[in-house]
């Protein structure tokens, strides 16, 4: 069957970032922590987060269930989420589901073009879409422990 876009969906580049998460290892000493689930797929993330004084992310381990794509995405996320806000990752969720809706252009994000052979294969965008989903989660959370 060829792929949509014309390029490979799992491509070498995506294997070796779903590789990468174990770099980040979800433990119980995360200040924050949270579950997303895709609805769509089955797929699950647990992220944890720890925040500085300024409430930006300092740490994050997590705990992935998913596709390929949805562990790359969260390999890309917790690669540049250091320093990052609530409000920035909120901004990207939103520049994400624009994207995927081509209603946007490709969300700015160091790593990010790795899952552009993603957009047209809508049964992978819940699990393209649930590490940012679980971040915010774990971010926005009244309780700090999850």
């Not at 490709?106 to 047209?120: M, R, S, Y």
């Amino acid at each position: 069957m060829a792929d949509p876009a014309g390029t490979k969906l799992y491509s070498p580049q995506l294997l070796a970032l779903s590789a990468s998460l174990a770099n980040y290892p979800l433990d119980s000493a995360f200040s924050r922590r949270a579950e997303a689930r895709s609805r769509t797929c089955g797929s699950t993330i647990i992220a944890g987060l720890d925040t500085d004084d300024d409430q930006r992310v300092s740490r994050i381990g997590m705990q992935v269930s998913a596709c390929a794509v949805g562990q790359s995405s969260a390999a890309i996320m917790a690669g540049d989420i250091r320093g990052r806000s609530e409000r920035d990752l909120r901004n990207m969720l939103s520049d994400i589901e624009a994207w995927l809706e081509d209603a946007g252009a490709t969300p700015d994000w160091p790593g990010f073009e790795a899952l552009v052979p993603a957009k047209p294969h809508t049964g992978r965008h819940g699990a393209l879409l649930l590490p940012w989903k679980a971040a915010l989660a774990a971010l926005s959370s009244d309780d700090p422990s999850g």
